[in-house]
Every structure is written in C-alpha cells, then in structure tokens.
C-alpha cells in the first residue's frame, strides 16, 4: 500500500533490467527490501462472486532481446479488474480507490494438475512407506481388493486434505483419476464427488473412470459403463495388454464407451515393449477413424517413447501430433526420460501431474506442478530466461502470458479469473526459484 | 522459497521434552515395514547431550518438542556460499555457450562487482540453508588472480556473523586454474591459514593441461600444510580416470591424505563399463577416496549405489544455489536425499531411513539392523528437530524443520518458539 516502496523497487528492477546480461548489478541486496505480501485473505478481501480490483500486479509484457536471443522478460504493473469469474478489464490507468494493492506480486494462470488421483491417498492419514512387493502389477491389484474397503472409509476427508495441498501450491485444477472395480464398485467416485462438492468454489476437476484391475482381468465393464453416466468426463484405462491379455478387446471397449457418451479418454500406458508401442498405434489409428475423439484423447506415462530410437521417436511424436492425441507425463527421470521436447516440437500437447502424492505406489508427489516444471527445466537443460518460461505452460497445462515471440497474450478481457500471485519477477525466475505462492484465484473467488 | 526466521536461541543448559526418537524397526516378511518410535527426554549441558531418559511430559521446566522428530544435523557437502546471485535481481543462465574457458574470462569480468556484495549475500544463502535446517557445510571458495584471497575474507565474515548457529570447512578453490591463471602462489598463502581445511581444484586437464603436474602440487601443498583435498572433476573419458586413479594412488602412498581426499562430481564414473567402476571403486574405496555429488538426474546418472557398495564414501551438496553456473539449487538437504531416493529407487521405510545419511553427512539413528545408535549421551548437541514422524517420512516428504541445535545452542522457527518453549522463561 506505498506507493514509495513500490516505486522504489521498480526503480531497482528497471536498473536491474538495463543491466541484465550485460554484467552483474553491484550493491544490491533486493530480497530483503521486497515487502511483503502476506496474500489477500490478510487484506480482508470478501468478494467472493462478486466484483473487485487488484492494483499494482505485474505482468509479463514481452521479451529483452540481445544478439537475437532472449536475456530477460519486460513487466509491467498494472490494475486487474474482476466479475463473475472472469477477468472484465486490465488496464495500466488510475486503479479504483478502493482497490487491493498485491504490491508487485507477478500474476500467473493458476497452476492445473493434469494427472493425479484424488481418490486413493493416506494424504491426511499416518505416514506408509511402499513396501517391496511380488506379482507386478496384478500383485498390486490383489494388494488394492485387500486395502481398498478400508482406504474409502475416509476418503472424502483424505480427498478434501489432498485438495487443499494442491491449493496451498497454486492449483486450482485437476484431471483426477478415479477407481472404477467390482471392490470399490462406483464408491470411490461418490467420495470424491462429495469432495469436489465441498471444495467446488476454491477448486475444479474433470474426472477419469479408471479400471485399475482391468477392464476384463476383474469385471469391471459393468461398472464403467455406469460410471460413464455418473458424471465422469474421461474413459481411463491400464495396459491393456498387462492387465487384460488384449489390445484391441480392451482398447475397443473403451473407445465404443468414450464415443457412446461423448467422452474423452485417458489410458495409463506403462508397457515399454512391442505391446506398448502396439497399443499407441492402435490408438492412434481408432481417433483417426473417430475424428471426434481428436483432441480429447490422451495417453498418460506412455514410457514406450522413452524407449525408442530418435527416428522412431520422431515418426510416432509426429502421428500423436497429427491425431490430436495428447501426452500426459508425471516427468521421470533417472531410468527412462520422456522425449518431451520432441513431443512439443511436433504440436503435441503435453500435460504434468503429480499422479501419486502419498499412497501405496509412490510416496514422492510434493503437489506442486511448479516443482514438476522446475525438474523438466533441469532434466531437459531448458535453463535459459526463455527455455524457463515456456516451462511454465507444464504447470498450467497451457497457457502462457507470452506467445514465443514474446507478445502478450494472458490475461485479457474475458478470460476465467483463475490465477496466482506470485513472489518472483517473471515466469523464468518463477520455475527456477520455485517461487512461493502468494494467492490463488479460481473463478474469481480468493481461495488464499 | 520461503524465508523462516528463527527465533534468538536458547543456550546454556536445558532438557527438552517430548522429543521423538527413532528406537528401531518393526518387521514383517518383507523387511522393516515401520519405524519405531517413542518420545524421551534429553539435557543439554556444556555443548553436549548429558543425559537421555524416559519421557516425562509434564517435567517442570523443560521445552516442550511437541513429538518432533530429532535427527542429526543436516551438512551441505559442497556448496559455493561465496559465489552466489541469491539475493539479487533474477537473472537467467545466459543463452550463450560458453566453454568453462569462457566460463573463466566471465567470472574475470563480474567477480569484482560480486565481492563489493559477496559477505552480505553469503549471508543470505546461510539463512535460506538453514531454514531447512542446515547447520555445517563444506564450502569451496575461489582463489583466483582476479579474487585474490577476498572471496576468503569475506566468507569468513559472514561466517562470523553466523557463528554459533552454522559452521564451515572450507575448500580453498583453484577455479581458475593453478597454471592457467597464475593461482599457484595464492593457493600456497591460503593453504597456510588455519581458516583452510582443504585444497581444492578443477579439471586438471580440462584447465591446465596437465594432470600429474596439478595434482603432485596439489597434494604436495596438502601434505606441506596437514590439509586435505576435494577437486572438482567434470573431465569425462581417460583423462578423467586417469585423474581419479593419479589421486587414489598417491592416497594410497601417503596414509594421512586418506580418510579426507574427495573428488567432487567425478562425473566418469558414470560412464565406466560396470567391471571398470567395480575396480575403480575399490581403488577409492582402499584409498579412503570420497566421492561428493550434486546427484545429476538427467542423461548422466552417477553411479552411487555400485560406490556405495564398495565402501566408497559418497557425500551429497547442493553445488550451485543461484548463481551464474545454475539458477536451480533449493539449499534444501533434505529435498537434496528426497531426489536421491526417488532417483535410485530407494522407497521401501528401511531404503529412504537409510538414504537420510546423505542429508546428516553419515549419521543415522538407526544402524541396519534397528539398532539405536544415536542420538548417545555425550555427543555434541548437533541436531535438528522435523515435523515428521520417521526419518523415512521425513525424506518421503521433504518435512519442515522446526528448530536446530548447533553448539548446543537450540534455535526455534519463530512461528514455534512460544509454543516450546512456554512457562520455560
């Protein structure tokens, strides 16, 4: 709310800017003089639904160039209009006077978890390490009929818990997966709704119908198909060729599910070799034949490209590409490495989540999609102020207040308020640093 | 990153409450499927942990550790606190290539704008480690032509400035080369300071072109001045080896370099074809060689379980947080065995207790067979106290730190102080 410190700082980051790239800017201790935003609950904001103006929020509004390569990101500040949900003006002129100051605060599209599964966590509950197992993936699944009945008896709450970690970390989003199998029956799925209920005006979801035991290995087609209208928006599905025997007997199924009541679909696809590939292909080759499918079909893991030669890699990156079908990854490392730039490069849409954040399969999941972008900067050497900040779009699932040429295209008039205030000076720094998140807005409403 | 403040400390004596140790592992046909835990409390006297007893929790005077989880304090084994952009405006990894040739006529160019700020940045770098409860590091700063000996002078400014709630052993660091810019003489004045524990170095092929040269003097000068050695070695193929092995051999013939001779990256040995790493291993492993890494997760993967196996002492550092080499570092040891465990796959309660040992410089509180071997009494009051319930969990999930004990001196996150500390006062 002073204006003095804040023009103060903007004279410190303008010199800071004239100088980045060329040398080091001396005598500047900047992380101490940054006040504080303590984010806008503090500040009593209670427009929930309603109208409200933010002032002095930074914005990215294009790019430093030298020698034709991108040095750093030009901001400017600005006030940000919102009603009904949705960004209604942004505008640099004279805020309103009543109008909440985010003192410098840089506002990114809030943070989407594209791969992850709300319905099936001791998130909340005592700490469980994974233990060492037999029986791959049907082991597991034998594991799920014995553990699941009692895992459910809290899972709303343990879903509420899982939410508002995600929250805590700018994610106002998630594309959640959810069992469907003769054990869990639909219960899995109503407690998760239950949570969405709960949680629906901080926080959104489109939801997977998941056969984690196959879709014939148990006989779960029954209740995919009463899943599929019970308020799901994805067919899921799990190696097929593992799990269920058959490419096609499964694949088939789904799909006829998917277009029978227009939904998209999401297979989890682990398997590396021939029958991995095979599965790509045929799915490939089906939205081809159901151009309708195009756009809202996604494979997710997909280790089989990780596996490829580069030739091979390119021509199915190429046919994904061409098919519309997306990739969802949980970004590994170490062992196998995603062709995750070559997938970018042919258009094909990538997605991040954090799958697993405490549970039977993995125990790692942070909840921040920030921290997943962050490791694909490093894992894929994307470490330049440029190469950082198309990072973000992992984070967000897309959008990108910078086009690659660096003209502005995030926020306008019109777009749903569904943002982050963050403490960084742009994107770039935002990846690298993992800078905290201040405030996150879903649907206009102040969720922190 | 958020900054956590730490309350003034509490010094002297004082027994804490409530305080949670690991006292072995439950196991079922598995392996160990929990980790035991109970809570006890301990005195604090003269720098040491004088007694350990049944808890009593509602022990007049005491501080209550609400059943915070105590481990050994976390170390940084190799970090550049004096070399940092922490603090200062963002600025991304330049777009240009640059050889580590280039790479030196840069740091030329912006050391002396760096060393005008250098003490009060380091300073800031200590503060954002020790938020996530780093006490100890093992940093390496620069001797070059261009610095002199004020990357030194000034660290151990900042060092003053922490003292009593952080610690340093210090790598006296050729980055420049010992010949290629004339630094030899100034690496000579640094390894008489007592200040100086080790002498260090980079690529001695890649830099100076010539690896017995720079190492006869390297370990001359360590042997000369009772120091040890930690080399950074980023030179892959036969001239990395070869450096590697010239070191285990003059290891091997000179008994006090063993047990504190290191090389930092020794990014080779993951190329090594897995015979080659085995007799490699046990060259080190016989010399007392160290390996210190940052754990690079991409395309080159070190080979820490095969080292490991062999008796190699692996350590683990940050490297770069911030600075002009890399943008990414977190200063977080705990994140640091996080990406260790996911990386190699150590997932199980009994691999992730055991991969806290890179985060604590070796020490756990369980042995492999559950047995308690720490915290003792007698040892000195070096720990940390993290809201998680197993060190497991506490890799698993990256667990705050709520408060250090460095010296002896208990530092709480000042968000906690009252709440421990109560009717203490």
């Known amino acids: 709310m002073n204006r003095s410190i804040l023009s103060r700082k903007e004279f410190i980051r303008n010199s800071a800017w004239a ?96 791969h992850i599964h709300l319905d099936k966590t001791f998130y909340g509950d005592k700490w469980q390490a994974v233990r060492r197992r037999t029986g791959g993936v049907k082991g597991m699944i034998a594991l799920e009929q014995e553990i699941l009945p009692e895992m459910l008896k809290n899972s709303t709450y343990k879903a509420e818990k899982l939410i508002e970690l995600l929250q805590s970390k700018g994610t106002s989003f998630a594309r959640s997966h959810v069992n469907i199998e003769p054990t869990s029956k639909l219960d899995s799925l109503r407690h998760l709704q239950k ?90 080759s089906k939205v081809n034949e159901n151009p309708v499918l195009k756009g809202k ?13 580069q030739a091979k890699q390119e021509e199915m990156a190429e046919k994904l ?46 909840g921040s999609v920030l921290y997943k972008a962050n490791m694909a900067a490093q894992l894929y050497g994307h470490n330049t102020e440029f190469g950082l900040s198309r990072m973000l779009g992992l984070a967000t699932a897309g959008p990108l207040p910078l086009d690659d040429k660096g003209q502005q295209q995030w926020p306008k008039a019109g777009d749903a308020a569904d943002f ?22 879903y649907q206009g409403t102040v969720v922190f | 990153m958020e900054k956590t403040k730490y309350a003034p400390p509490v010094t002297g004596s004082y027994i804490l409450k409530n305080i949670r140790l690991e006292t072995g592992f439950i196991m079922d046909e598995t392996g160990a499927k929990e980790t035991r835990t109970e809570l006890f ?29 105590m481990l050994p304090a976390f170390s940084d084994m190799h970090v550049h606190l004096d070399k940092t952009l922490y603090s200062l405006p963002w600025q991304a990894h330049s777009p240009k290539k640059r050889s580590i040739l280039d790479m030196i006529a840069y740091e030329q160019e912006i050391i002396p704008e760096l060393l005008k700020t250098s003490t009060e940045r380091a300073g800031l770098l200590i503060d954002l480690m020790q938020g996530y409860g780093t006490t100890f590091a093992r940093t390496h700063f620069n001797v070059d032509t261009t610095s002199g000996l004020r990357s030194l002078e000034n660290l151990q400014k900042a060092l003053d400035n922490k003292k009593g709630s952080f610690s340093a052993e210090l790598v006296a660091f050729p980055q420049h080369g010992c010949f290629y810019t004339d630094s030899a003489p100034l690496l000579k004045e640094a390894a008489q300071l007592d200040s100086v524990a080790f002498i260090g170095g980079v690529d001695p092929f890649g830099i100076d072109r010539n690896i017995e040269k720079v190492l006869d003097f390297t370990v001359e000068l360590a042997l000369d001045n009772n120091k040890g050695i930690d080399i950074h070695l980023h030179d892959g193929g036969k001239e990395g080896l070869c450096t590697i092995e010239y070191l285990a051999e003059q290891a091997l013939k000179n008994p006090s370099l063993q047990g504190r001779t290191y090389v930092s990256h ?4 993951a190329s090594l074809p897995s015979n080659e790493l085995e007799r490699i291993a046990e060259k080190l492993a016989a010399a007392k060689v160290g390996i210190v890494s940052s754990i690079p997760f991409g395309k080159l993967v070190m080979p820490v379980p095969a080292l490991a196996k062999h008796g190699v002492n692996v350590l683990a550092g940050s490297d770069n947080i911030q600075d002009h080499w890399s943008t990414f570092g977190t200063g977080n040891m705990l994140q640091k065995a996080n990406l260790i465990a996911d ?80 009717k203490f006062e």
């Open chain 1, 19 to 114: 100088l980045a790239g060329a040398t080091l800017i001396p005598g500047m201790l900047f992380a101490d003089e940054r006040e504080e935003h303590a984010g806008l609950n503090s500040l009593n904001v209670n427009n929930t639904g309603k109208s409200f103006t933010l002032k002095n929020v930074r914005l990215e509004t294009g790019f430093d160039y030298e020698d034709g390569d991108v040095v750093a990101t030009k901001t400017g500040i600005f006030s940000v209009e919102i009603a009904n949900g949705k960004i209604k003006k942004v505008s640099t002129g004279q805020p309103h006077a009543d109008a909440i100051d985010v003192k410098g605060m840089l506002m990114l599209p809030s943070f989407r978890d594209m």
């Open chain 1, 195 to 284: 949570a969405l209920d709960n949680k629906k005006k901080g926080f959104g979801a489109e939801l997977v119908a998941f056969p984690q035991h196959g879709v014939f290995y148990t006989n779960t087609a029954p209740y995919l198909k009463e899943a599929a209208q019970a308020g799901v928006d994805f067919i899921g599905g799990v190696d097929p060729f593992t799990v269920d025997g058959a490419i096609e007997k499964t694949m088939d199924f789904t799909i006829q599910l998917a277009l029978d009541h227009h939904k998209g679909i999401d297979i989890h696809l682990h398997e590396t070799g021939e029958s991995g590939l095979k599965t790509v292909e045929y799915l490939i």
């Open chain 1, 297 to 309: 079909t996604y494979l997710s893991h997909c280790f089989v490209l990780g596996k490829l030669d």
């Open chain 1, 321 to 366: 590409g061409a098919a519309q079908i997306g990739i969802n990854s949980t970004i590994p490392f170490g062992g196998l490495i995603m062709p995750i730039p070559m997938l970018m490069k042919h258009q094909v849409k990538v997605m991040t989540g954090n799958d697993s954040i405490v549970d039977h399969w993995n125990t790692f999941g942070t």
């Open chain 1, 420 to 441: 982050v205030l963050v403490d960084a000076s742009c994107s770039a720094e935002a990846v690298s640093r993992l800078s905290p998140v201040k405030s996150l807005i």
């Open chain 2, 41 to 69: 409390c301990i005195e604090v006297s003269e720098g040491k942990i004088t007694k350990i007893f049944t808890n009593n929790a509602s022990l007049p005077g005491a501080i209550d550790a609400k059943g915070y989880l």
């Open chain 2, 266 to 269: 020794a990014f080779v040995l």
């Open chain 2, 343 to 422: 990386l190699y796959g150590w997932r199980t309660e009994f691999d992730l207790s055991r991969t806290l040992r890179f985060a604590t410089h070796n020490v756990l509180p369980l042995d492999n067979e559950g047995n308690m071997q720490w915290p003792k009494v007698n040892d000195s009051a070096e720990f940390v106290l993290v809201d998680a319930s197993c060190s497991a969990e506490a890799i698993s999930r990256i667990s705050p730190t709520m408060a250090f004990a460095h010296q002896a001196r208990l530092h709480w996150k000042e968000a906690e102080r009252d709440a421990a500390l109560g």
